[in-house]
């Protein structure tokens, strides 16, 4: 049976999220409300803006149910999302659901380097990244797992049943980070 996953549908690029999801073989539902998060297995975050979205977050009281979802089930942030799910957030810094050990900085390439195609490698080849202001990770915990890097700076990190990408995969037809994601789903 396929998994039923959840897409934080308050702001950002949710509907290609969605896409690349069923893409990769699940149910893909839009999330809006806690009774919405309720019915999902795991949940992806999209890329946004992460102020914006925090702000949404509270107005949708979906702040402590996304936190009590994150202690049990696998969620996926993706830049504005991977911002969400750290732990320390800078440049400014600003409120976080704190489930992954990581340290961020946003906007971290800076104004001139608002968004770019690159080609990063990865243990199952190379993949293509898109970023769009994204920021760098700039610590990362002792249980986290870096599986791709860019410019020596991590990109896409594990920290047990979580996984953040600086990058955007959703805007590409290759489907193997939401596919590792899906993995996570038990
Ligand atoms: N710069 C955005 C932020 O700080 C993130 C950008 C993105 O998600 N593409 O929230």
């Given amino acids: 049976m396929a998994k039923r996953v959840g897409v934080l549908a308050l702001q950002g690029d949710f509907e ?13 539902v839009q999330v809006r409300t806690p009774d919405e ?4 297995q795991g949940l992806v975050i999209p890329g946004g803006e992460s102020t914006t979205m925090l702000r949404l977050l509270h107005a949708a009281n979906l702040m402590q149910p996304l936190k009590e979802f994150g202690e049990t089930k696998p969620i996926y942030g993706s830049c504005a999302g991977a911002i969400l799910l750290a732990t320390d957030v800078i440049n400014p810094s600003q409120e976080s659901l704190k489930l992954m050990d990581i340290g961020v900085q946003r906007n971290g390439y800076g104004r001139q380097l608002d968004s770019r195609v690159v080609q990063i490698p990865t243990d199952s080849g190379d993949m293509e ?9 700039l610590r990362v915990g002792k249980d986290a797992k ?5 410019n020596g700076d991590p990109v896409l990190v594990e920290e047990g049943r979580h996984l953040v990408s600086t990058f955007h995969p ?3 037809n290759d489907t ?11």
């Fill in 37 to 40: 998060l309720n019915q999902v």
């Fill in 129 to 137: 990244a898109v970023f769009i202001r994204a920021p760098i990770i």
């Fill in 16 to 28: 290609a999220h969605q896409k690349a999801l069923q893409r990769a073989g699940a149910e893909a």
């Fill in 146 to 150: 870096v599986l791709a890097s860019y």
């Fill in 170 to 172: 959703e805007l590409t």
């Fill in 176 to 186: 193997r980070v939401h596919q590792m994601f899906l993995d996570k789903i038990a």
